[in-house]
């Protein structure tokens, strides 16, 4: 199947408050960036301008994607997502012309935020003998980035697992403005996360009292591992006719993620 090179959306009914685990210091951050973007005029006033980029880089399943969202519903933008992969092409031109179209979108319902995920599929280190078709596409995305007055009230939201192969072009300021890292939660995040992921679901009594031990005992977990332990106590829980998670249910979960993620550790060392 052909993935189209961006589905947008209205706004994404996520908040900051959704996001669990994010460091006191880089909500911080956000929220100055944010406060530019909805403030321009008086930001202006103090000599500041609205950033253009925002690059979101971690290990996979830490909520970049959760976050962009947050932040298109905080200054309420048009959500416009998209996959670097989508953008990579055999026939020379379709990448470029799939970004142009792209920002062209983007510009017709301002304010408007576009997230490029697993960006190092389009701006990944130009290479000396690189592909024609991979190079056309990052000049586009670079030549789009620098839109000056055009690209107001866009913003443009980039995430990866792998920075470190972005290439430098790519990420000079005035294109992506701000660069925050997103870790795997530390205990305090995860009991965040559990708690965002634990609510409105049926659960014993004794394991929610039990939820700052499942924190502390579940290290290296990321938030999209934690949320699927809600999920699939869950469902084991309704499939053994029970509408309540029970400790049972929960250890159930466990389990499969590590036994998950020991299997994929195996097959990727
Ligand atoms: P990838 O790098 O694989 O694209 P990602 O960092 O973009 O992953 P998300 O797609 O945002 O991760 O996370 C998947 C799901 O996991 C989210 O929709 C959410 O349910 C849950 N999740 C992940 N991180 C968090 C978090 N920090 N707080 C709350 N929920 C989270």
Do not use: C, W
Not at 28 to 54: C, N, S, Y
Not at 62 to 81: D, P, V, W
Not at 88 to 94: A, L, R
């Amino acid at each position: 199947m052909k993935q189209s090179a961006a589905k947008s959306a209205p706004l994404p009914d996520i908040t900051l408050d959704d996001v669990g685990g994010i460091p006191d210091e880089m909500k911080e951050e956000i929220g100055q960036a944010l406060a530019v973007i909805k403030d321009p005029k008086g930001a202006e006033q103090v000599g500041l301008t609205p950033p253009r980029g925002i690059l979101l880089y971690g290990p996979p399943g830490t909520g970049k994607t959760l976050l962009a969202q947050a932040i298109a519903h905080e200054i309420g933008a048009t959500f416009f997502s998209s996959s670097g992969a989508a953008f990579t092409e055999m026939f020379v031109g379709v990448g470029a012309s799939r970004v142009r179209t792209l920002f062209d979108n983007a510009r017709k319902q301002r304010p408007a935020v576009i997230f490029i995920d697993e960006v190092d599929a389009l701006a990944g280190k130009r290479k000396p003998h690189g592909g024609e078709e991979s190079e056309k596409t990052l000049t586009e995305l670079l030549v789009q980035l620098d839109g000056g007055n055009d690209n107001e009230g866009i913003l443009f939201i980039a995430a990866t697992n792998r920075k470190d192969m972005l290439d430098d072009a790519f990420l000079r300021p005035g294109r992506i403005d701000f660069e925050f890292q997103v870790p795997l939660p530390d205990t305090q995040g995860r009991r965040e996360i559990i708690d965002i992921h634990s609510k409105g679901k049926v659960i014993a009594p004794d394991v929610v009292a039990s939820f700052d031990r499942l924190a502390e005992s579940t290290s290296g977990f990321s938030g999209a591992e934690l949320s699927s332990l809600f999920e699939m106590a869950s469902r084991r829980a309704l499939r053994d006719g029970r509408t309540e998670i029970g400790a049972d249910d929960l250890d159930f979960a466990i389990d499969r993620t590590i036994l998950g993620s020991t299997a994929r550790a195996l097959n990727d060392p």
